[in-house]
């Protein structure tokens, strides 16, 4: 069954350092997700991405972060000088053009 | 505010102890209710759509119902298999597709 992939599925960096989390969407969809899990809390949403550009991001989704489909399979998602508080478990997801979701396993991100 | 609340919050069953979890959510127009399930470390894995007041839709031991105000998700006869948290989430008619709103979370575990 096609899935979404995501690497790292750890990442630990500095605070203040700049990462990049990748995203393999399933090769048919067109819509491309990224949300976010906050240890214990709910999944929220961050950004959405068609035909190459945001169409709808959260208040959470501040100048700090970008997105980025650079080549015909990967999705990205850049945070530029990371804070304590954007340790989280990051999500991608995608669709086609039907209205259900399949999510990668997650890369958890720890900023110290 | 759109809002979804999950409860309870955690559900211990024994094998075969039929029960209910319980999503109820207040949105601006609901575009489509959603049941996921996420293991531990993993992404939500999708398991039902619901659109409208009255539908129901079946999945092995799982059913899940829709109201104007909340849905539930029906395990009948769980097995230990069936452990995991539950999300519910909704998409509402400010956002657009994909921009789910997610609960907490119902963490159910069944013992043998």
């Known amino acids: 069954e096609p899935e979404v992939t995501q690497t790292p599925s750890h990442q630990v960096t500095q605070m203040g350092q700049e990462v990049i989390l990748r995203c393999v969407p399933i090769?048919?969809?067109?819509?491309f997700y990224w949300y976010r899990q906050i240890l214990g809390q709910k999944v929220e949403f961050l950004v959405s991405?068609?035909?190459?550009?945001?169409?709808?991001k959260s208040e959470i989704f501040d100048d700090q972060f970008s997105v980025e489909r650079p080549d015909g399979s990967n999705f990205t998602l850049k945070i530029r000088s990371t804070k304590l508080e954007d340790s989280a478990m990051y999500f991608c997801?995608?669709?086609?053009?039907?209205?259900?979701?399949?999510f990668g396993a997650g890369s958890r991100l720890t900023v110290l | 505010e759109d809002q979804v609340t999950q409860s309870p919050e955690a559900l211990r069953l024994q094998e075969g102890e039929s029960s209910s979890l319980n999503c109820s959510y207040t949105?601006?127009?609901?575009?489509?209710l959603f049941w996921y399930r996420q293991d531990p470390g993993k992404g939500p894995e999708f398991l039902f759509t619901?659109?409208?007041a009255g539908e129901e839709k079946e999945k092995e031991r799982l059913k899940a119902t829709l109201t104007k105000k909340e849905s539930f998700l029906h395990i009948t006869a769980p097995k230990p298999e069936d452990s995991a948290t539950y999300l519910c989430?909704?998409?509402?008619?400010?956002?657009?597709?994909?921009?789910?709103?997610f609960g907490k979370g119902t963490k159910l575990s069944v013992k043998p």
């Open positions: 997801a995608s669709r086609p053009g039907a209205n259900v979701l399949t």
């Open positions: 090769s048919n969809h067109l819509y």
């Open positions: 989430a909704v998409q509402a008619n400010g956002g657009s597709q994909g921009n789910l709103i």
């Open positions: 991405f068609y035909n190459n550009e945001i169409s709808e």
């Open positions: 619901l659109y409208s």
């Open positions: 949105v601006s127009g609901l575009r489509g």
